[in-house]
């Protein structure tokens, strides 16, 4: 039986282009959503430029023919504006049809009473509440029926004989050529160890290219001053070190060392071995909680609470590493060797040669961070790191964010690498916090 999906319109926000993601079945859009919609298309972030091109979309459509009758959509399905004048059912007296999620909500509602089968789609929790309240299916937009643990953890544990670990350990190679029957993805880290035991333990990284097993980059004199604590942060350094993957996404809670290392590296290549002309640190400019609102000053002085904790780990890194006459993150700066910036501005640039960090992914939706992501030139390194356990952005949760998409998508590729980080290493106090608060 064809599915009636009606849009809420901050799915239309989360992505504009959301009307061709359900199949040969019917989509509703109510014209309050419509309305709602102009009301954010002369905003000058995310919500703005994707109100500007579903209504582009819209446009398009309607010369097709009647809106409110329905116009075919290439996927075999069908949209249509609801123009109705909102109508209170008897079993739904207590509604307040003056708010406009209610409107919505009746849309739905008379829909469901005149036979279809209607499913209402939205990223409000609340309003999904109150579908269910009164009886009609509700669902959030994106990812479905799946957890955070369920995601792509970059690594894998392999239980081997004693002959095949000393292998390795003698070759330094291990071929691997059943991995994809093994849903083994290129750049997954392996734990090697012997059946029931993990006392003898080696770590290696599957490399698709070679089809087999390369032990990690050594790291005997640190990085920038750093040493890898546990096995996770082995992995993420050697992903992050590593001139043949060219985009690694670090997914952790606070205090795993995600941004910490990233800089590290990011330095240690950029300015140490010079295989990028520079490194270049960046995150999207998102408050937790309420906003403080304007912020007196240049450019470089709103920025400096928004960069703060960047500026706190180069205090850290450059503390430990520093030397008699050694230059300072500022040198760098004013040498243009080292770029601190927003995300603001990234939109329709080309950025060749450097290495790339994105800290706090978390906060971005897909479509920013497919922005983000095609501004790379060539020899461009990108690093994502982010905790999708703290999100600050209203329309994003831990499964359906930027960062989990680029991950998701681009693991089959060899190009890339993801770790997860899991054992938190900022402080005692900072690792109690993440487990009991």
């Known amino acids: ?27 509703s859009i109510p014209l309050v959503v419509v309305e709602e919609i102009d009301r954010f298309k002369k905003d000058q972030n995310e919500n703005g430029r994707n109100a500007r091109h579903f209504s582009r979309i819209i446009d398009d459509l309607r ?40 409107v919505i909500l009746n849309s739905a509602v008379k829909l469901d009473k005149a036979g279809e089968n209607v499913l209402l789609v939205t990223k409000d929790i609340n309003l999904r509440v109150k579908a ?12 479905k029926d799946v957890t955070f643990d369920e995601l792509y953890s970059g690594q894998t544990v392999l239980e081997l ?3 095949i670990l000393t292998e390795f350990e003698q070759n330094r190679f ?46 005997r004199e640190g990085v920038w001053g750093i040493y890898p604590k546990n096995m996770e942060q082995q992995f993420a ?46 995150r999207p400019i998102q408050p937790m909680g ?11 002085e709103k920025l400096g609470p928004w960069m703060q904790p960047i500026f706190d780990n180069m205090d850290f890194l450059f503390g430990q590493h520093r030397e008699d006459g050694s230059a300072s993150y500022e040198d760098l700066i004013n040498h243009g060797l080292l770029h601190i910036e927003p995300l603001t501005y990234i939109r329709g640039r080309s950025i060749p040669g450097q290495y790339l960090i994105v800290d706090e992914a978390q906060n971005l939706s897909p479509h920013e961070v497919k922005t983000i992501i095609t501004r790379a030139g060539e020899g461009t390194k990108i690093v994502l790191t982010g905790d999708c356990f703290q999100i600050d952005s209203p329309y994003l949760d831990e499964i359906n964010n930027g960062l989990v998409y680029a991950l998701d998508r681009m693991k089959t590729e060899a190009i890339v690498a993801h770790t997860l980080l899991t054992q938190g290493e900022r402080s005692p106090l900072s690792e109690a916090a993440s487990k009991l608060l």
């Open 174 to 219: 291990l071929p691997f050529e059943d991995a994809a029957s093994k849903d083994i993805f290129p750049n997954q880290y392996m734990i090697m160890q012997l059946p029931g035991n993990d006392r003898r333990r080696l770590l290696g990284r599957y490399c698709a290219k070679k089809q087999g097993i390369v032990p990690l980059i050594p790291m």
């Open 290 to 300: 309420k906003d403080i609102g304007f912020l007196p000053g240049d450019v470089n």
């Open 161 to 163: 004989e004693e002959d």
């Open 132 to 143: 269910d309240v009164i009886g009609i299916k509700a669902e959030d937009y994106g990812k």
């Open 63 to 102: 010369k097709k023919g009647s809106l409110a009758e329905g116009v075919e959509l290439d996927n075999g399905g069908s949209l249509h504006l609801s123009v109705g004048a909102p109508e209170k059912f008897d079993d739904q007296k207590f509604i307040d049809l003056n708010v406009n999620d209610n």
């Open 1 to 27: 039986m064809e599915k009636t999906f009606v849009l809420d319109t901050n799915v239309i926000l989360f992505d504009p282009t959301a009307i061709f993601k359900f199949g040969s079945n019917k989509v």
């Open 237 to 282: 350094l050697d992903a992050l070190l590593n001139e043949d993957i060219h985009l690694v996404s670090l997914v952790g809670k606070a205090g795993t060392g995600k941004t910490l290392m990233a800089i590290a590296a990011g330095l240690e290549m950029a300015i140490t071995h010079e295989k990028y002309s520079r490194l270049l640190v960046s």
